[in-house]
């Protein structure tokens, strides 16, 4: 093993420039090392400041208040809420048409028991015959010809009492819904209730006439303002409709003038070509008939059946309306007077349907 030879003591130390670069990166190390430790502790010291300096934002301040219309179950729950006021209104309806059977029900018992007094006035008015009769002795043929007519009559009145007893009640279900109308914003279906029968309307094929023939109303209506025309026959109808072209007031009060101009369907009559037209209420409501056909098929939800009624008609109207409630449709009824036409107009009232 060999031991480095140390240098005799009185021997000079070399000087090493080496070594000096050593000792010089060592001292700028240290150095650069205290710098850095100094400054990032100052960055330290100044972001906490400012944050103890930052006052807190209010959580409320970021978060408004909750509202009821922001809950997704809000509309279905006043949907529910309707339905249930409208069920109330319907349930009220019924029980009033239950106290109505109720009041004839105590009609009833009344004519009976007026019937049961009557029979024993006349018990009384025989016994009081008899009583005299046998006072009288000279007028006992009379007095038995009495009293065999009082126990005919009586004979008679039990017989009577006794079949009402024995029979059914007669009551009729009335059927009434809530007295609550909604404007209708769907579908129409139009008949006509005239003279004990009822008569489709085919609107839809009339209004579709009336739009192929805009283009042509169009042209006309460049030199005057209102243009009236008959559709082809539709079923036991036809119709009579106006286009009419806006009015501003840059016309002149005599002929327009051909700038562009707006114009729309004004008004439109409904013109019977046939005399007897439609099917009786038995005809209607049979299962094959034109009216259950058009009927039966439809979407409540969708289409609302309008009935235009005359006066010699509201009885055909009630039994068809109560076929229709039976099965969840709505239904819009508008009386006429006799001899009115059927008719609307932009401004006229829309249908509304219960």
């Known amino acids: 093993m060999l031991r480095r030879r140390r240098p005799p003591k009185n021997e000079a130390i070399h000087f090493s420039f080496d070594s000096f670069l050593d000792l010089v990166t060592n001292v700028v190390g240290i150095i650069i090392r205290l710098i850095l430790v100094t400054w990032v502790g100052a960055r330290s010291y100044h972001a906490s400041m400012q944050f103890l300096n930052t006052e807190p934002e209010d959580a409320t301040q970021k978060l408004a208040a909750p509202q ?3 809950d997704p179950l809000h509309v279905r729950i006043e949907n529910s809420r309707r339905d249930l006021d409208e069920a109330k209104e319907r349930l009220l309806a019924h029980l009033k048409d239950v106290e109505t059977a109720e009041a004839d029900k105590e009609k009833s018992k009344l004519v009976l028991t007026g019937l049961i ?5 006349l018990d009384a008015e025989r016994r009081a015959l008899e009583a005299k009769g046998s006072l009288r002795g000279g007028n006992i043929q009379l007095a038995s010809l009495s009293v065999a007519e009082v126990r005919e009559r009586s004979k ?30 769907g579908e129409e279906l139009m008949f006509e209730c005239r003279a004990g029968r009822v008569t489709y309307i085919d609107l839809p094929m009339f209004m579709q006439e009336v739009k192929g023939s ?3 109303i ?20 036809r119709l009579l409709f106006a286009v009419e072209r806006e009015r501003t007031q840059l016309d002149a009060p005599g002929a327009p003038t051909t700038r562009s101009y707006r114009y729309g369907l004004s008004e ?3 013109e019977p070509i046939a005399l007897e037209r439609g099917e009786t209420v038995q005809q209607a409501l049979a299962p094959k008939s034109e009216f259950r056909q058009m009927v039966d098929n439809l979407d409540p939800r969708l289409t609302v059946v309008t009935f235009w009624v005359y006066p010699d008609s ?5 039994k068809l309306r109560d076929h229709l409630y039976d099965r969840g449709h709505d239904v819009a009824g ?3 007077p006799a001899g009115a036409s059927i008719a609307a107009s932009k401004y006229g009232t829309a249908s509304r349907g219960q």
């Open 218 to 237: 169009a042209v006309e209506l460049k030199t005057t303002y209102r243009v009236e025309r008959r559709t082809s026959a539709v079923g036991a109808f």
């Open 68 to 70: 009821i219309v922001d």
């Open 117 to 121: 007094t009557r029979r024993e006035e």
């Open 214 to 216: 805009m283009d042509e």
């Open 314 to 318: 509201f009885e055909t109207f009630r």
């Open 334 to 336: 508008r009386p006429l």
């Open 268 to 270: 439109w009559v409904v």
């Open 156 to 185: 008679k009145m039990l017989e009577e009492i006794k079949k009402i007893e024995a029979g059914p009640t007669n009551m009729k279900q009335l059927k009434y819904h809530a007295p609550l109308s909604r404007a209708v914003a």
